[in-house]
Each structure stands twice: as structure tokens, then as C-alpha cells.
């Protein structure tokens, strides 16, 4: 597929890749490369100028395919109602979102808790905002998740943490946009893909994993 911001040279040239259901993929390269492009043809947010994004399964909802940005959007609104959009989800199915996200002690400094209106000194931080749009696309059980860049406001515990989540999400085709990201946290995903001035030039299995086969 092919895209170009109007006006400039920039996007993304020629990129094909198959993404097998349920597997893992990091995109990495420098800014600008290309990674968050490619996220957003894949997620739908952008069309192509040439070529066509094809799921390789069959999706019945909106819910199916969902693109988890670096900032995500918080209204000023309750903690529930950021969470639900809308929706009916039980408590424990929002607790237990929050707390995958690493957001329990956000959670636990609420005096209200999912009823606090997250504005003033309840505001979320960018970190905390980020993981409050991943918790959203937690509870909707997504079966494609499209993340771009949301531990980059993380420290290096709490990225792990999040990392660690995103990979063992079963049966969920990820695909993770990162620049940061340590050997060991690479490691656990089937391909890692490099990006260089929108063209993909590198694509395999993570050195980490294949210094274990090696070792098998």
C-alpha cells in the first residue's frame, strides 16, 4: 500500500505484509519512518493512494478492529463514562481493565472512584490517559488492536507491564507501534518490523526469541 501526506513526500511507499490472526507485531523505526502511518491505514483512518488493507478474518462489529493512540482522549466526564462511552459494561469488567493497565492506584486516588469526574486535581497525566484508552479497547475484546506509540509516556516498569499485557492477549492480532522498547520486551513478539523513510526494510522474528530456538 501507498500514501502521502497532501503537499509532501512523506507516508508511506509500497508497504505489503501478511498479519496471521492472533500473532503478535512490532513496528519500530526512527520518527518519521513510517510506523504510525502504516497503523493508521491498517486501522482504517487513512485511505490509500494505491494498494487495499485486507483483515485476515472475518470482523461482524465495529469493535473488532480498534486503534489505541499515544493521547488519547479524555472528557471531562466520570471515570465510568470514559470507560463505557456509551456502553454496558460491568464494574468488575472496568476494574479489571484498569487494573491489566496498570491504573489501580489512579483508581484508588479517586475519592469517588468510577464516579469521579476526571478534571482539575483528577486530571489524567498523559501516561495515565494513554492507559485509559488501552483499558477501552481492553474491555471491548478487540480480535485486531492497533496500538501507536502508547507506552511512550511510561516509565520503563510500568512499559514492561503494559508490553507484557499487549503480547499475551489470546487470540488478539496486535499490531504495536514503538520506538522505545527494551531486547527482552521485543522478544515476546513473533516479528518485529523496521521501518525507513516509509519503506519497510526489515522483517523477521526478534533476535531475543531467535537466540532461544537456537538454544532449543
Do not use: W
Given at each position: 500500500m501507498t500514501?502521502?501526506?497532501?503537499?509532501?513526500?512523506?507516508?508511506?511507499?509500497?508497504?505489503?505484509?501478511t498479519f496471521a490472526p492472533g500473532k503478535k507485531y512490532l513496528l519500530t523505526g526512527a520518527s518519521g519512518g513510517g510506523r504510525s502511518t502504516v497503523a493508521q491505514l491498517v486501522a482504517g483512518l487513512y485511505r490509500c493512494e494505491a494498494g487495499t488493507v485486507e483483515y485476515p478474518c472475518?470482523?461482524?462489529?465495529?469493535?473488532e478492529v480498534l486503534y489505541v493512540?499515544?493521547?488519547?482522549?479524555?472528557?471531562?466526564?466520570?471515570?465510568?463514562?470514559?470507560?463505557?462511552?456509551?456502553?454496558?459494561?460491568?464494574?468488575?469488567?472496568?476494574?479489571e481493565a484498569l487494573r491489566a493497565c496498570c491504573l489501580?492506584?489512579?483508581?484508588?486516588?479517586?475519592?469517588?472512584?468510577?464516579?469521579?469526574?476526571?478534571?482539575?486535581?483528577?486530571?489524567?497525566?498523559?501516561?495515565e490517559a494513554a492507559r485509559l484508552g488501552l483499558a477501552r479497547a481492553i474491555l471491548r475484546r478487540p480480535r485486531v488492536l492497533i496500538c501507536d506509540e502508547v507506552?511512550?509516556?511510561?516509565?520503563?516498569?510500568?512499559?514492561?507491564?503494559?508490553?507484557?499485557?499487549?503480547?499475551?492477549?489470546?487470540?488478539?492480532?496486535?499490531?504495536?507501534?514503538?520506538?522505545?522498547?527494551?531486547?527482552a520486551a521485543a522478544g515476546?513478539?513473533?516479528?518485529?518490523?523496521?521501518?525507513?523513510?516509509?519503506?519497510?526494510?526489515?522483517?523477521?522474528p526478534p533476535p531475543a526469541r531467535n537466540r532461544r530456538q537456537g538454544a532449543g
Open positions: 500514501f502521502h501526506y497532501p503537499g509532501t513526500h512523506n507516508g508511506v511507499e509500497g508497504f505489503g505484509y472475518t470482523l461482524h462489529s465495529a469493535h493512540p499515544q493521547q488519547a482522549h479524555v472528557f471531562q466526564d466520570t471515570l465510568r463514562n470514559n470507560l463505557a462511552l456509551g456502553e454496558d459494561f460491568t464494574e468488575d469488567a472496568m476494574h489501580t492506584e489512579f483508581l484508588a486516588g479517586l475519592p469517588n472512584g468510577l464516579d469521579e469526574v476526571l478534571r482539575d486535581r483528577y486530571a489524567c497525566s498523559g501516561g507506552t511512550a509516556h511510561l516509565d520503563g516498569a510500568t512499559a514492561q507491564q503494559i508490553d507484557a499485557l499487549l503480547t499475551a492477549l489470546p487470540g488478539v492480532l496486535l499490531l504495536n507501534v514503538s520506538h522505545k522498547i527494551s531486547e515476546r513478539y513473533d516479528e518485529v518490523l523496521r521501518l525507513e523513510n516509509g519503506r519497510l526494510v526489515e522483517s523477521g
